[in-house]
């Protein structure tokens, strides 16, 4: 079975987010990028199946301009086989923009299962993966924290709010990958050597004939309310009074 | 606190100033270019930041110590040291026969700055490792090679140096340890102090690399050998069989790096093997001191780094002080606090250049295939190795030293980490030959020795930079007034002494840290500069980050405007000459 | 134009999501009708129809909607999207599942997780982990969106009398199968949705010293909640998280205990109207968000607390 994996480059994790003071953005300028760490979930994932032989061939795909390269590189050597680098120099393209390239993606390569991270922390949408299988017309688990290739089936156990929910997907599917998944390894700096053997295929939304469509527009981004710190209380006792007659929450 | 890896910068300085992808080209390594060291930095960046960074403290809590067994490293190093080998980093330069990657120094010494500002008492670990699969790689032959090399190269056994003695500190003419044939091998008796990562239960073997004499050698430096004496015997298969009978016999009690065990070593008839030819020992640890002491050079960029996002960091979150508005003001708005962080944050991109730029001339003095082409960088890299060592580790004393200032009390007292930085870097001037062995080096066989040519190679290459300068004409006039005052006083320092060293006998030796510190500033500065040029092609382009480039334009004026000046004062300690240094006698002081 | 909002529910009741859900949709205008696609689900149904505003409840009762799987309800709510100018649901883990799946069959984009309603086509949203706040506005004809429930008040539950009509057809997708579900019962209220969270972080220890956090929960009508460190060292089980990667809360009132404030973390509380935070070192980062901060050992703190209301 081919795997097909999609990963984000995004703000690294732990980048403290500024607005612009135009507030037209956040400042992505001279931040430290990487990849989105639930598509390196996902990565670690589908490299795993191919350890354990579910899997034959893991193939990585990102979306973006030359840059996002470095991502699929970090895949690659993360243990993924080979590349597809979709060329674009849209960073902000919508989740059915990418979706829709995704889904031609797939046609072309035919993977028995895509794996994609529950959601990317940039835009924090939640939804490629779930537009991806609609358009594609396959079976779906989200919030993954669970799988295991089980014949023509991939099991998936789903983090649900108030608890855990099994799922039986037919293959071909889509599954998108939950923090609990699993806990990506640290890259090899061998296995960064091989990776630049590692074939890396170049596409673009006109080969992959999908249109821009439309789109939600970006009207501003301002920062969140800044909350202050408050008083310290000395003892329990106070506290519980703060709680009554100040704040009259208890 | 948290650490994250600069890479910005060092990507910029691999990438313009040392020319990553043309010295791999010309080596003939056509995969080898500056996307695949992002990679790598990136990668080793984040097992830095995440596996490495969160064990300073603790390190520092809980430092090393003896157990019935032997030395027990720190809580969670082990791990980490697991984590660190398996992935290979440090193979990274090692040859492709023993099991590396053989990608270049300064790559290698990029990825270094990672661990050691993540962790420095760990990182001393693999550093050690490294120097002797360097001192085993050039000198033992190919059956020893064989059996250690490729352990030590995938990490699972550690290396160290056994050099110092109670009574063989800076004068390793004094080394006492013998070593007697026995068959084979040698038989090694005597005792060593001083011995980093000398023992630890980390990996399965310790490859220890001891200095000794042989019972027929001459007097002096010219009668120690070389001898590999491992702390497992290895069996038929070249596997950890016998101990062996080397033992640490007790932890030393120190300022900083904690959780570095620094061992007094004893070797009763332990079994060792001769590396390379009897009596040439110094000689064969002579070719790793250019690495060795740039490595320990490195570590005082690094340190410096890590105190530096400490201080920024309380700098922006520390509130002291209200507007009118009611608002309080973090004190990074304070023109002194910036004062101090201007002063750190140039100073470690001067010295992050000049490690790196110094580094990459070892690749070029072995890529060369020009014997003179080769020798010409060899001369070079001779020249920056004490100005790496001694400048970079004593401005760490003042930054880190900042670094706690920044945080005023909360610098002093344990809890915020600034305190650890400063005492883990006060060895840095120490160990590896003293800041004053360094300068004894630069005056005497850097540049005495060679009648100054190549210092002023040197500074002809300075000159044209200031040349380049008046020429373009160069948007802030203080860089170049600053520079070019700079590059006169390193001219005028180099004369004096080639004039005066032979009338004044104490002159060499009592300027030599001034001269030292001079050049320090000097290339820090010129490489700054460089960087700056580089930085407003880029600008005049449209290519990269702007701001990180203005940036770069900003922090090199910064560093001309207040940190170049400095060459003034050492010149003038220089000129005033040994007289008042020596004139007191020992009673008077 | 209309407004359609699919209803969350657990086949008895009605999730109070919905009411705030409900809320946001009360602030973009329009007729109201609410889908309750479920099996064995009249009694939500009913519940639904006694909102005041809403025009009219969809009924899909049958086996299949079961286990709402997004592959059912998605083409459920295609079928049911024309006429209407809007769709919401809100963003817990079943809109999340299917809704991207609407707006994808419908050839539209979908606004995830909107915090204010600025005009019809417009709204704002958290991003990179609610560091920042989009404002976005929707090109598309039909607008999918899912509504943050914390952000929005809950409409009143009584007075409306909405008719109920029965939606009769049935989507039954045959390449998912639901194997499986392990739900945590509790009595206590729903994170989410809870007036007071008790929450712990590593500080707290132990799996065992939860207990006075629960005790202290009880006393209070309190949910309870974790840190992902506190999750991660197996304390309590991972529905309970709050933060980026965990739930997003907003209660009345937060009291924090053992936690020392990561931002990882404060991205899933910083909206709670009140936050108290116990925690025995005086320089965590909790303390710099907190309304009312005690210094003190949890373990003599909490017992008291609990004793003294």
């Known amino acids: 079975m081919k795997v097909l994996v999609a990963v984000k480059r995004v703000i690294d994790y732990n980048v403290k987010v500024r607005v612009r003071a135009d507030n037209s953005n956040v400042d992505l300028a001279n931040v430290k990028m990487s990849i989105n760490p639930f598509c390196e979930i996902a990565v670690e994932e589908s490299v795993r199946l191919k350890e354990s032989g579910a899997a034959t061939e893991v193939v990585v795909v990102s979306i973006g301009p030359k840059a996002v390269q470095e991502q699929i590189r970090s895949a690659l050597a993360a243990g993924a086989d080979r590349g597809i680098w979709v060329e674009t120099d849209d960073t902000e393209l919508s989740g059915l923009a990418v979706a829709r390239l995704l889904a031609q993606v797939v046609r072309d390569e035919q993977p028995g299962l895509v794996l994609l991270g529950k959601q990317a922390i940039d835009t924090d949408n939640n939804q490629t993966g779930q537009m991806l299988a609609a358009l594609l017309d396959w079976p779906q688990a989200t919030f993954a924290s669970k799988l295991e290739v089980k014949g023509a089936e991939v099991e998936v156990t789903r983090e649900i709010d108030g608890g855990l929910q099994t799922l039986a997907l037919t293959l071909p599917a889509v599954v998108t990958a939950d923090l609990r998944l699993n806990t990506p390894r640290y890259i090899k700096l061998p296995d960064i050597m091989k990776a630049k053997r590692k074939p890396l295929a170049t596409t673009s939304p006109a080969a992959l004939a999908v249109g821009p469509g439309t789109g939600v527009k970006l009207l501003g981004v301002t920062p969140p309310t800044e909350r202050r710190g408050g008083i310290k209380v000395e003892s329990v006792a106070a506290l519980v009074d703060c709680l009554k007659n100040q704040a009259q929450v208890l | 606190m948290s650490y994250l890896h600069p890479y910005q910068d060092v990507a910029f300085v691999l990438r313009k100033v040392v020319d990553f992808d043309g010295l791999c080209a010309a080596a003939g390594h056509d995969e080898i270019n500056a996307d695949l060291a992002a990679t790598i930095l990136s990668e080793a960046g984040r097992l830095g930041s995440e596996v490495l960074a969160p064990l300073n403290r603790v390190g520092d809590r809980e430092g090393a110590r003896m157990g019935a067994q032997g030395v027990e490293e720190s809580p969670g190093f082990k791990d980490a040291y697991r984590q660190f080998a398996d992935a290979g980093w440090l193979s990274l330069t090692v040859a492709e026969d023993f099991g590396g990657q053989d990608l270049p120094n300064c790559l290698g010494t990029a990825v270094n700055e990672i661990w050691h500002s993540a962790n420095m008492a760990f990182a001393l670990c693999p550093m050690l490792s490294q120097g002797a699969m360097e001192a085993i790689g050039h000198h033992a032959d190919d059956a020893l090679k064989a059996l250690y090399l490729p352990k030590l190269a995938a990490g699972e056994w550690t290396g160290t140096m056994n050099i110092t003695e109670a009574d063989a500190g800076s004068d390793l003419a004094a080394i006492k340890t013998k070593?007697?044939?026995?068959?084979?091998?040698?038989?090694?008796?005597?005792?060593?102090?001083?011995?980093?990562?000398?023992?630890?239960?980390?990996?399965?073997?310790?490859?220890?690399?001891?200095?000794?004499?042989?019972?027929?050698?001459?007097?002096?430096?010219?009668?120690?050998?070389?001898?590999?004496?491992?702390?497992?015997?290895?069996?038929?298969?070249?596997?950890?069989?016998?101990?062996?009978?080397?033992?640490?016999?007790?932890?030393?009690?120190?300022?900083?790096?904690?959780?570095?065990?620094?061992?007094?070593?004893?070797?009763?008839?332990?079994?060792?093997?001769?590396?390379?030819?009897?009596?040439?020992?110094?000689?064969?640890?002579?070719?790793?001191?250019?690495?060795?002491?740039?490595?320990?050079?490195?570590?005082?960029?690094?340190?410096?780094?890590?105190?530096?996002?400490?201080?920024?960091?309380?700098?922006?979150?520390?509130?002291?002080?209200?507007?009118?508005?009611g608002s309080r003001i973090?004190?990074?708005?304070?023109?002194?606090?910036?004062?101090?962080?201007?002063?750190?944050?140039?100073?470690?991109?001067?010295?992050?250049?000049?490690?790196?730029?110094?580094?990459?001339?070892?690749?070029?003095?072995?890529?060369?295939?020009?014997?003179?082409?080769?020798?010409?960088?060899?001369?070079r890299l001779e020249v920056y190795t004490p100005i790496v060592k001694g400048w970079l580790t004593e401005l760490a004393q003042e930054l880190t030293s900042l670094g706690i200032q920044i945080d005023g009390g909360m610098g002093y007292v344990e809890e915020a980490g600034a305190a650890q930085h400063y005492r883990d870097a006060r060895i840095l001037p120490i160990y590896e030959g003293t800041t004053g062995i360094q300068a004894l080096d630069f005056v005497g066989r850097k540049m005495l020795a060679n009648k100054g040519e190549t210092l002023l190679a040197l500074l002809t290459e300075m000159e044209q930079t200031a040349a380049e300068l008046r020429s373009t004409p160069y948007r802030y006039g203080s860089v170049v007034k600053a520079f070019e005052a700079a590059v006169a006083a390193g001219t005028r320092a180099r004369q004096s002494l080639l004039d005066g060293a032979a009338a004044d006998r104490h002159l060499a030796g009592s300027a030599s840290v001034n001269f030292l510190m001079l050049f320090g500033y000097l290339c820090g500065g010129w490489l700054m500069v460089k960087s700056a040029q580089q930085a407003q092609l880029m600008l005049n382009a449209g290519e990269g980050d702007p701001q990180l480039l203005s940036a770069k334009l900003t922090t090199t004026r910064f560093f001309c405007e207040h940190l170049l000046p400095r060459t003034g004062a050492c010149l003038a300690s220089v000129l005033a000459g040994s007289e008042s240094t020596m004139a007191l006698t020992a009673e008077q002081l | 134009m209309s407004i359609l909002v699919i209803a969350e529910h657990d086949h008895h009741q009605l999730k109070s999501a919905t009411l705030h859900t409900l809320a946001a949709a009360t602030q973009i205008g329009g007729d109201l009708d609410v889908l309750v696609a479920g099996s064995g689900c009249q009694a939500v149904a009913d519940a639904v129809a006694a909102i005041p505003g809403v025009r009219t409840v969809l009924l899909a009762d049958a086996p299949a909607y079961a286990h709402q799987l997004a592959e059912n309800i998605a083409r459920l709510v295609v079928a049911l999207a024309p006429g209407h100018r809007h769709i919401l649901a809100p963003a817990t883990t079943t809109g999340k599942d299917f809704m991207p799946r609407v707006a994808a069959l419908l050839g539209v984009n979908q606004v995830s997780d909107i915090t204010a309603v600025v005009g019809p086509d417009s709204f704002r949203r958290p991003i990179y982990a609610g560091n920042a706040i989009a404002t976005v506005q929707v090109e598309d004809p039909v607008i999918v969106a899912t509504v943050r429930a914390t952000a929005f008040p809950a409409v009143a539950t009584t007075g409306g009398s909405a008719a109920i009509t029965p939606v009769p057809e049935v989507f039954e997708a045959v390449r998912t199968r639901f194997v499986s579900e392990s739900l945590v019962e509790s009595d206590r209220p729903e994170l989410t949705s809870a007036r007071i969270v008790v929450s712990g972080g590593r500080g707290v220890g132990s799996a065992e010293n939860f207990a006075l956090l629960y005790r202290l929960a009880d006393k209070l009508g309190a949910a309870v909640g974790a840190t992902r460190a506190a999750v991660d060292a197996g304390y309590v089980p991972n529905d309970l998280q709050v933060g980026q990667t965990g739930k997003v809360v907003a209660p009345d009132l937060y009291i924090a205990v053992g936690i020392s404030g990561a931002i990882q973390h404060l991205a899933g509380m910083k909206e709670s109207k009140v936050i108290a935070a116990i925690n025995s070192d005086a320089e965590a980062p909790i303390f710099q968000v907190a309304d009312y901060g005690l210094v003190a050992d949890l373990f003599t703190a909490l017992p008291e607390l609990i004793d003294s209301i």
């Open chain 2, 330 to 379: 973090p004190i990074i708005e304070f023109p002194d606090v910036r004062r101090m962080l201007m002063t750190m944050k140039s100073c470690i991109e001067a010295m992050r250049v000049l490690a790196l730029v110094a580094a990459a001339e070892a690749d070029r003095a072995r890529y060369a295939t020009d014997p003179a082409v080769a020798a010409r960088h060899f001369a």
């Open chain 2, 179 to 325: 070593a007697r044939p026995a068959g084979d091998h040698y038989l090694i008796t005597g005792q060593k102090l001083y011995i980093t990562w000398g023992d630890h239960g980390m990996t399965d073997n310790i490859v220890h690399l001891v200095l000794a004499r042989l019972p027929d050698a001459p007097p002096g430096v010219k009668g120690i050998s070389l001898f590999i004496v491992p702390k497992f015997l290895l069996d038929a298969k070249g596997e950890p069989g016998e101990r062996n009978a080397v033992n640490c016999l007790s932890l030393e009690h120190k300022l900083g790096i904690h959780a570095s065990p620094t061992c007094l070593m004893d070797f009763t008839d332990a079994v060792g093997f001769l590396v390379g030819e009897p009596n040439n020992g110094l000689a064969y640890m002579f070719t790793m001191m250019n690495h060795a002491r740039q490595s320990v050079g490195l570590q005082g960029l690094a340190i410096s780094e890590r105190a530096y996002q400490e201080a920024l960091q309380y700098a922006k979150d520390r509130l002291q002080g209200t507007r009118r508005d």
